[in-house]
């Protein structure tokens, strides 16, 4: 249970980092950067270049984000299956113990495989809104970097 409360902290704290960075993320600073007397290739050079640079960050850590969030069940299946094996064996040394004392056991083995749903269903709702934050993001990219070109071409012609 420790290991799935550390995996708990360390994908969420991921998780709200990465949507935090993604909705405030700012495309108002490329053209500004470059200065007023950039030209329109060096404008499409800056505008590609952070687009790059953002998707690839944003999928680097929505990958990871995912990974965190499939171990999850898999570390609540582990202690389902050690809690299991602890009941098994203490029933192998008692044999007269009781229906609801295994039964106890069993309940409290689960409640590791629970948790660690309750832990990884949320964390893939959570990546599904950051993948769609940074879309909409790329999608202002895009449109800045146009309007901004089209400016510039008008400015120079």
Known sequence: MAALVALSILLYRSAFGTLAFV????????????GDDADS???????SQTKREFGELVSR??????????AAPLLGLLGT??????????????????TSQVSSGVRFALVTTQAG????????FIVQWIRREAQKRQHELAHAEFSVIHK????DQ
Do not use: N
């Open 61 to 70: 850590q929505v990958a990871y984000i995912g990974m965190l969030a499939a």
């Open 152 to 155: 510039r071409k008008g400015v």
């Open 81 to 98: 299956v050690i809690g299991m094996l602890d009941t098994f064996e203490s029933l192998s040394q008692r044999m007269q113990e009781t």
């Open 117 to 124: 749903l309750i832990v990884a269903i949320p964390a893939i």
């Open 23 to 34: 909705k405030g993320f700012s495309i108002g600073g490329v053209a500004d950067k470059l």
């Open 41 to 47: 290739v060096e404008l499409e050079i800056a505008y």
